[in-house]
């Protein structure tokens, strides 16, 4: 029983967020950590995102059942009582935004419940369903984890916040069209209007370009703003270019499905680097590369 209740939120999914929360977190920091801060942030931003991901079980079970992917989801099998989820979600949501609101500062708590709302609310119930813009709205709340990370220590929103906010949007938009590419058919059984299925894998890979390109251009500004150093510039250009050739080289009508599995895989790597790129103090622990 206790195995069902993990799966409803998503570990794999908390601990992406987690690993990208921590970045915001460590380069706001600058080397100085608050351990406890730290561990706090974490994990409620953790109890946060979990409650969203069983609320979105909740509301998604209609649609899991059509999609190979999701067919065995609890919901799905009917394996947890549907008011016993919502009690359960509820108390994790609590719980998280009780930790932020107590450790950290209102402008996290403030990006947490915005995230929050745009997943659950906008996202999950309406527009994932309805609109071809359901990509991007879930975006937003996906790049609030490292935002929340980064200003439970600088208790600001300034331009190293507005710019991990940008880059994890634009990250996460080549993501999700590719997993809608390699899962295709689950996307159009479950009518679920995404671009790649409303407008047609070619017009959805010539978007993946446009934002991958957006997405090496707009990392290259934490940089240019010095809240990270060269190393880091280069390290994420190449990331990028290699994401890049995936997607404009690689690129096979005939095997479009191992495509997108390929291109969601490297747009995993690429995030993974990126956050532990961007954890590490370069401009005081390089001060060489910083100069450059």
């Not at 993990?6 to 915001?24: D, R, Y």
């Not at 600001?156 to 906010?165: E, H, R, V």
């Not at 290699?242 to 790597?269: C, H, N, P, T």
Request: proline letters at 3%; one cysteine or more; charged letters at 10%.
């Amino acid at each position: 029983m206790f195995k069902h209740y993990l799966v409803l939120t998503k570990p794999g999914i908390i601990f992406g967020n987690l690993v990208a929360g921590s970045a915001g977190f460590f380069m706001a920091a600058k080397g100085d950590i608050d351990w406890l801060l730290f561990l706090v942030t974490m994990l409620g931003i953790a109890l946060i995102i979990a409650s969203g991901c069983v609320y979105n079980n909740y509301i998604d079970r209609d649609i899991d059942s059509l999609m190979q992917r999701t067919l065995n989801r609890p919901l799905v099998k009917k394996l947890v009582p549907l008011n016993i989820v919502l009690i359960y979600a509820t108390i994790l949501g609590l719980a998280g935004f009780t930790l932020l609101s107590m450790y950290t500062n209102w402008l996290a708590f403030t990006l947490g419940v915005i995230g929050f709302v745009v997943y659950v609310g906008l996202y999950s119930m309406y527009f994932k369903r309805k609109s071809v813009y359901g990509t991007a709205i879930g975006s937003l709340s996906g790049a609030c984890p490292p935002v929340i990370g980064y200003c439970a220590i600088t208790n600001q929103f300034d331009s190293g916040a507005m710019i991990l906010l940008a880059i994890f949007c634009l990250w996460q938009i080549p993501h999700s069209y590719a997993i809608a590419i390699y899962r295709f058919n689950d996307y159009k059984a479950a009518k679920i209007p995404v671009l790649p299925v409303t407008e047609g894998i070619k017009a959805a890979r010539n978007h993946i370009i446009a934002y991958i390109i957006a997405f090496v251009i707009v990392s290259l500004f934490l940089t240019q703003q010095n809240h990270v150093g060269m190393l880091y510039a280069v390290a994420v250009s190449v990331l990028g270019m290699y994401w890049l050739y995936i997607a404009v080289v690689k690129y096979s009508e005939s095997k479009q499905e191992q495509w997108g599995k390929d291109l969601f895989i490297f747009s995993i790597v690429t995030i993974t680097c990126f956050s532990i790129l961007i954890s590490v103090d370069f401009v005081r622990t390089v001060p060489m590369l910083a100069a450059l």
